[in-house]
């Protein structure tokens, strides 16, 4: 059982960058998927992007694609996401996640594992 910890969030300002990051612990980490998604108030949990085990492949939301990149460390058992190109619509809390499924999914039912979140926030 893996057990993660996000790091990173904060306030920034429209058109600027954050970086988020996502430790994990116990387990093998590099058996999992990982995932990023994020939650806004009074919205339902929505996917933003994964990245395979070996960090290899990913899949981006639409929404992200182009401004967000994940990246992981299977050595130092890291997540992160590069956010750039911020928008006030970007602002959630944003979760790490983690998967034993050998695809990439989009869905936060697919994930098992989950972290407590960080709040981003983008001002306009």
């Known amino acids: 059982q893996v057990q993660l910890v996000e790091s990173g969030g904060g306030l920034v300002q429209a058109g600027g960058s954050l970086r988020v990051s996502c430790s994990a612990s116990?387990?093998?980490?590099?058996?999992?998927?990982m995932g990023w998604f994020r939650q806004a108030p009074g919205k339902e949990r929505e996917f933003v992007v994964a990245?395979?085990?070996?960090?290899?492949?990913?899949r981006y939301a639409d929404s992200v694609k182009g401004r967000f990149t994940i990246s992981r460390d299977n050595a130092k058992k890291t997540v992160s996401l590069q956010m750039n190109s911020l928008k006030p619509e970007d602002t959630a809390v944003y979760y790490c996640?983690?998967?034993?499924?050998?695809?990439?999914?989009?869905?936060?039912?697919?994930?098992?594992?989950w972290g407590q979140g960080t709040q981003v926030t983008v001002s306009s």
């Open positions: 990245i395979s085990r070996s960090g290899s492949s990913t």
């Open positions: 996640a983690a998967t034993r499924l050998g695809v990439l999914p989009n869905t936060p039912s697919s994930y098992n594992y």
């Open positions: 116990g387990g093998t980490f590099s058996d999992y998927v």
